[in-house]
């Protein structure tokens, strides 16, 4: 059986989204950053943390963003191979969603029409989707705004099939310790093991898309987001950069199978405003 | 250290502020980010006047997200500093005293900091909705078309900050995260 979804729909969850994502944290994301005042040991960044819950009360009762970069608008979009989408085109629904989203949500526009001319497009589309087709009749959405702060320190690096495990470790590290303060830590580290240059970076920005607390049900995988949690916060850089145990609330990574002469890893770094929703329609 | 300070600063006060103070600023501040920032190298290199004097102020680098009716602002925490690196040596040398972002400075900004007995401050990334509650005033003084990336004149009360590289060069971010290194 064949469902209809009309395209207005899309657009009103995907407006709706964009401005629940930039104003409330996903509980998941809640709970890491109240867990994360008790773990810190250093004054300052306990400090630090306490005004990052401050900052979270004020955003939801005031409805302020949480951060003032409210991001360029991700989105993975899973479409049943059962859904018939009617009324115009999928990506024009997105896209309008965002913009009635970000416009009316008194959200930051912060996306250039062109690279290098730099003009605002005033409204922060187009947004960057992500199409999957799987199997159903639903389409299930995924928002995830992301700031640039961070963004900008994420890094893909083409390893030698030679380098293992213990190059991927050292990419990671590498990536988070040049990072420091400009990510606004503390950060959560998605990671893309595998695939191509492209996959990998994708696979990257998806990690940070699960629950915090969900570990990879790969049993090596797991062991070694655990490792490289502790050795990210061994490296003391703390809330805001200024010191501290904790660095990162949580390494996510996603595998897939590579080719016989490549390793490449995608290192995508967030910042503790971490936002991601899903719906399904 | 707990520290309250007017802006614009005094010269005399840039070297009292140590790496590590927490500082409280109160008074006029102005917010510039990435294409404000090249718009006035740009107009120094035609030898024009800058839209705002840099004489003991500070510029916070901040774009703001929009206010909702009857506030002054919308969320206003800092950007990344280090994307102004290229200009700040310049602003610097025009009497520029205090600089607000957050993340890392090149080596170049560094030694202009102590050439100029200058400090940059670092506010909390990621607290916007928390900061733009010590901003009292906001009102767009050039460069109006850039949107968020407009030159702002804010009035700030107790707007919390703390100092990473003071006027001597001592760096908060070398030094303070060693005593949790494991």
């Known amino acids: 059986m064949i469902r209809t979804i009309n395209t207005d729909k899309i657009t009103e969850t995907i407006r709706e989204m964009c401005i629940e994502a930039n104003h409330f944290l996903s509980k998941d994301m809640d709970k890491a950053m109240k867990d994360a005042v008790e773990k810190e040991e250093s004054p300052l960044g306990k400090q630090i943390l306490c ?12 409805m302020i963003p949480i951060c003032q970069d409210t991001g360029m608008a991700v989105i993975f979009i899973e479409v049943g191979q059962d859904v018939h989408v009617e009324g115009g085109s999928l990506e024009d629904a997105i896209n309008e969603g965002v913009r009635q989203g970000y416009v009316e949500g008194f959200l930051r526009k912060s996306v250039v029409g062109d690279p290098l001319i730099r003009e605002n497009t005033k409204d922060n589309t187009p947004a960057i989707i992500h199409y999957s087709i799987v199997s159903g009749d639903k389409i299930k959405i995924t928002v995830a705004p992301k700031g640039f702060g961070s963004e900008n320190m994420s890094r893909v690096f083409m390893l030698k099939p030679a380098d293992g495990i213990e190059g991927v470790k050292n990419a990671v590290l590498t990536a988070v310790k040049d990072a420091g303060p400009n990510a606004c830590p503390p950060m959560v580290v998605g990671v893309g093991i595998g695939g191509t240059f492209e996959k990998c970076a994708i696979m990257a920005k998806h990690a940070l898309t699960r629950d915090m607390e969900q570990r990879s049900e790969i049993p090596y995988v797991k062991e070694l987001e655990e490792e490289l ?53 | 250290m707990d520290k309250y300070i007017s802006a614009p600063f005094k010269s005399e006060e840039m070297k009292d502020l140590k790496s590590g103070d927490y500082v409280y600023i109160t008074g006029t501040i102005y917010t510039a980010r990435d294409a404000a920032h090249k718009r006035m190298y740009e107009a120094l290199e035609r030898k024009e006047e800058l839209p705002v004097s840099m004489e003991n102020n500070v510029i916070y680098y901040m774009g703001p997200s929009p206010a909702r009716e009857g506030r002054p602002i919308g969320s206003a925490g800092p950007t990344t500093a280090s994307r102004m690196d290229k200009y700040a040596p310049s602003l610097l040398d025009l009497g520029l005293k205090g ?23 670092a506010a909390v990334g990621g607290a916007g909705a928390l900061l733009s509650k010590c901003i009292k005033k906001s009102e767009v003084i050039a460069y109006d078309d850039l949107g968020t990336e407009a030159i702002r004149k804010l009035e700030v009360e107790n707007f919390p900050v703390i100092v990473v590289i003071d006027a001597q060069g001592n760096n908060l971010y070398e ?8």
């Open chain 1, 229 to 281: 949690l502790e050795k990210i916060n061994n490296l003391g850089i703390g809330p805001g950069g200024l010191g501290g145990r904790v660095t990162a609330l949580a390494v996510n990574i996603e595998t897939y199978p590579t080719h016989i002469a490549g390793l490449p890893v995608g290192i995508n770094i967030c910042c503790h405003v971490n936002r991601h929703i899903v719906r399904t329609i």
């Open chain 2, 99 to 121: 600089m607000i972002g957050k993340g890392k400075r090149s080596k170049e900004v560094q030694d202009a900091i102590v050439r100029n007995q200058a400090v940059y401050f």
């Open chain 2, 175 to 182: 030094t303070a995260i060693t005593d949790y290194q494991r």
């Open chain 1, 51 to 62: 005004q990052l819950q401050e900052n979270l009360q004020i955003a939801g009762e005031d």
